[in-house]
């Protein structure tokens, strides 16, 4: 049976400058540059290489294979000086047959390049791309009679599942270097449930199952999962096995209506997610996917945009056994690049082979903002329609969908091409007016009445050092952030045809392109720190809104300086009434929903006022300060920042 060997320790790893340390996988070179400003974060190649004993397999009988599950950008990969495979695309998992190249004593070198280039996507967008082999490299020992390892980094099995009342209809299909032939040689496959009981057992590398009283995979209510298991015999012994959950659902997405799971009416309203942290980048550990899970679940949302690439596969795990409904996409983004089409092709292959089986998972997104600074539109929309046309080719139980650029108006014909479009628009911020987004809505809805539309992106820059009491757009505080985000909101609630709505972004990121609120590098939409530990205010408005576990909030408990006489505070929170306390004595109730605003006196300069609120059993608390003037740390400084996009 498969033995898989982690390699992730004793790497020497040879960086921009020449020199060579040992370092453990998962690794980055741009862990700091890629996130200090300037757009000067270092690209191009570096080597990885490590010692490689020879594994204890039989030569006769098994094969050994190398396994990559994130180099960013391209890898060439070597073994004992002979090269055995390159890849161009840093998000998804890649292998090679090693076995006729090792020897008793082995070097392993790979050498992943992130330079500048006009074929392998990204190569022009809001993030950095960095450097490295930043997931985790296994060897796997195996028969030499195996389950598919070579398809675009695939797993060899193939789960669809159809709901059909209350029974699924399960079609299994296998994939393995051997065909079935008579008794020499046959797959069994089996079905457990939850519990691991085995429900449904079936014979052959196609078959299809019915599972009975199916139990359905139902977003956050109920995501509950299956385990389908696939046996291949040859002359009646078992030589290799692959296993993958499941879940059987239904949805469809209604022009009129939004998006429907299992038969009923479920808005997706989430948020979009980048993979890097403060310091790590992209060199992510589980720790570090789960702690982004829990946050994301703490606000309720229900769905996640995964922008703008592959994520690793234990998020898309995470994201299934908690029930978030996932948009997944590759990084064909900003520019179309002529010379980049076969590698939109790869990338797109790689992205439904490895996660076709993921019930989390209910489109494909085809490109996002490619009108930006694209010159040949003809062979853009070209590849674009290609595209969406291997999608369902390889996949037809799922849409597709395409982010389209703010400024890409409702007619241009790249938004008609996928099954769903989204927008991605920043109204009220890089432009004014919030009120803009309910006209634009209301308009692409009149003007394309059975087009399903969504916001694939929203939000604005917010600092956490950067506070007002009167908040105006480009001022870069919490407190317009507030603002924008209850436009937003309400804006949703008056427009709910909307099939799904994504914010940007629920973490702060790296964008060393930018140079915004006082700190160059980095995009400050997210509803939470780069470093994830502080959940800004407006964190807890999508709280109030999403989420059924009872809490209260006070707004501005980093805006403690505050040169007003009366102040205005604002609570959040899912309960239906507030109480505020000012230094103890009981100042006001409220009845409301969501947004709670109370007038409070701060008395005589140089008084601290603790202000609580009490919601049923939740409390929450601050203590500002009454000031002479106002603290001039609280205002956006740096003449040469400006909250103009990216581009």
């Not at 919601?615 to 103009?644: F, M, Q, W």
Request: glycine share 8%; aromatic share 12%; proline share 3%.
């Amino acid at each position: 049976m498969r033995k898989i060997l982690n390699l992730n320790e004793s790497w020497q790893f040879t960086g921009p400058d020449g020199t060579t340390k040992a370092v453990h996988l998962p690794h980055t070179w741009n862990s700091i540059d890629g996130q200090d400003g300037g757009n000067d974060y270092w690209r191009g190649s570096c080597i990885y290489r490590r010692e490689l004993a020879m594994p204890e397999f039989n030569k006769d009988e098994e094969q050994v294979y190398l396994e990559f599950q994130g180099v960013n950008a391209s890898a060439r990969v070597s073994l004992n000086g002979s090269p055995v495979c390159t890849h161009d695309g840093g998000y998804s998992t890649f292998r090679v047959n090693v076995t006729d190249v090792l020897t008793e004593n082995n070097l392993l070198e790979v050498t992943v390049d992130n330079s500048v280039n006009d074929r392998v996507y990204p190569q022009k967008a809001d993030f950095t791309f960095y450097g490295g082999i930043y997931r985790d490299v296994n060897l796997i020992v195996l028969n030499r009679l195996h389950f598919d390892m070579d398809y675009y980094g695939g797993s060899g099995i193939q789960i669809t599942p159809e709901v059909k009342g209350d029974t699924s209809v399960v079609r299994i299909r296998t994939f393995a270097n051997v065909t079935e032939s008579g008794n020499e040689v046959k797959v069994y496959v089996d079905i457990e449930d939850g519990d691991g009981k085995k429900v449904v057992s079936g014979i052959g590398a196609d078959c299809t199952l019915l599972i009975p009283k199916v139990h359905l995979w139902d977003g956050l209510k109920d995501p509950y999962l299956y385990t389908a298991t696939a046996r291949l015999m040859v002359q009646g012994e078992q030589v290799d096995t692959v296993s993958s959950r499941f879940g059987v659902r239904s949805f469809s997405v209604d022009a009129q209506k939004g998006f429907f799971l299992n038969g009923r009416s479920y808005p997706l309203r989430g948020v979009s997610r980048h993979q890097d942290w403060k310091g790590i980048g992209n060199a992510l550990t589980k720790e570090h996917h789960r702690r982004d899970m829990e946050l994301i679940r703490e606000i309720g949302a229900n769905c996640v945009r995964l922008a703008h690439y592959q994520h690793d596969q234990y998020f898309y795990d995470l994201c299934d056994e908690y029930g978030l409904v996932v948009w997944a996409e590759i990084p064909y983004i900003s520019e179309h690049m002529p010379n980049g089409r076969e590698n939109t092709v790869s990338q797109m292959k790689e992205l439904i082979v490895q996660n076709y089986n993921h019930p989390c998972i209910v489109n494909w997104g085809v490109s996002n903002e490619i009108t930006i600074s694209t010159k040949d539109k003809k062979d853009m929309l070209d590849n674009h329609r290609m595209l969406n046309d291997l999608c369902h080719e390889m996949d037809k139980t799922r849409p597709t969908a395409l982010a389209c650029y703010a400024v890409c108006g409702p007619f241009n014909r790249s938004a008609h091409i996928t099954d769903l479009v989204s927008w991605n628009l920043y109204l009220g911020w890089y432009v004014p007016g919030l009120f803009l987004n309910d006209l634009w809505m209301k308009f692409f809805h009149f003007a394309y009445p059975k087009r399903c539309l969504g916001y694939s992106e929203y939000g604005c820059e917010a600092m956490t050092n950067l506070h007002s009491s009167k908040p105006r757009r480009g001022d870069h505080t919490e407190e317009y952030q507030m603002v924008y985000h209850e436009y937003m909101l309400r804006c949703f609630e008056r427009n709910p045809y909307l099939w799904a709505t994504h914010v940007w972004n629920m973490f702060d990121f790296a964008a060393d392109a930018r140079d915004q609120g006082g700190e160059p590098g980095m995009n400050h939409k997210g509803l939470v720190t780069f470093d994830r530990k502080i959940k800004k205010d407006s964190f807890y408005l999508y709280k109030a809104y999403w989420s059924d576990e009872a809490f209260v909030h006070v707004c501005g408990s980093r805006y403690t300086d505050r040169a007003e006489e009366n102040t205005v505070v604002t609570v959040y929170s899912n309960q239906p009434s507030v109480t505020l306390y000012v230094d103890g004595r009981e100042m006001e109730t409220q009845t409301g929903s969501r947004v709670f605003r109370f007038t409070v006196p701060l008395g005589e300069v140089g008084k601290s006022t603790t202000i609580k609120a009490v919601a049923g059993a939740c409390t929450g608390e601050i203590t500002v300060t009454h000031t002479a003037d106002k603290n001039p740390d609280y205002k956006l400084r740096s003449k040469k920042t400006t909250s103009a996009n990216w581009v």
